[in-house]
């Protein structure tokens, strides 16, 4: 799992295989969000799921949110080799707007 | 898509040195950032603004100015540069669609390095 000042996470697996990653967070959030960092590139929005919801999917992706524990999960199914990168997740910090702070991440690692 | 353009995309500078990296958003977002990002860490905030001519203080503000000039356009100033501040720097925007809520768009990204 990452959260903030944790080591990069790193997971390696086969291409068509199911990976599932976790974020956990210490403060009261209503809204999670998963960014993906592919190399050279800055990070982009994957899901944003709110505590209302507790389970989003987009395609091969699927986002839960569990306030009680304060954790999140990302799962991607039937990875593909383009998957390959890092995985942020990123919670809100008070009623400031820009105030999300970003997880250490997730380096995902999917072989051909 | 929201366009983010970050320059330049390498910078070499030496200890002392003054350097301003820019970046310009042509998506009329209101909210711009500046994050650095260290190997084996996440995103860490440095400066933000909500229009132009505001600044609000990030979490590693120390040894960082920044102006937002227009809109568009937000400035990171380096006026000292220390081998510290090596690293990948990244803008942001956002249409803030509320706390926690809004959607970062990044561009690719600054790598600086102080030698």
């Known amino acids: 799992s990452q959260w903030g000042e944790e080591n990069l996470q790193a997971l390696s697996i086969q291409e068509g295989e199911d990976v599932t990653m976790n974020c956990s967070y210490k403060t009261y959030t209503t809204v999670v969000q998963w960014y993906r960092q592919k190399s050279g590139k800055g990070p982009a929005q994957l899901i944003l799921?709110?505590?209302?919801?507790r389970e989003k999917r987009s395609g091969r992706l699927r986002a839960t949110l569990d306030t009680s524990s304060q954790s999140s999960s990302l799962s991607i199914t039937g990875t593909l080799a383009t998957d390959t990168a890092v995985y942020f997740c990123?919670?809100?910090?008070?009623?400031?707007?820009?105030?999300?702070?970003f997880g250490a991440g997730t380096q995902l690692i999917v072989i051909p | 898509e929201a366009a983010v353009t970050q320059s330049p995309r390498n910078k070499v500078t030496v200890t002392g040195g003054n350097v301003t990296l820019s970046c310009r958003q042509t998506n009329s977002h209101n909210y711009m950032y500046w994050y650095r990002q260290d190997t084996g860490h996440g995103l860490r905030l440095i400066h933000y603004s909500y229009g132009a001519g505001n600044l609000q203080i990030g979490d590693v503000p120390d040894g960082y100015k920044a102006t937002r000039t227009t809109q568009e356009d937000f400035f990171l100033l380096l006026e000292l540069a220390s081998p510290s501040q090596t690293s990948l720097y990244f803008c942001?925007?956002?249409?803030?669609?509320?706390?926690?809520?809004?959607?970062?768009?990044f561009g690719s990204g600054t790598r600086l390095t102080v030698l």
């Open positions: 799921i709110r505590s209302n919801e």
């Open positions: 942001a925007s956002s249409d803030a669609g509320g706390a926690g809520a809004e959607t970062l768009y």
């Open positions: 990123a919670t809100e910090r008070g009623s400031a707007l820009g105030r999300l702070h």
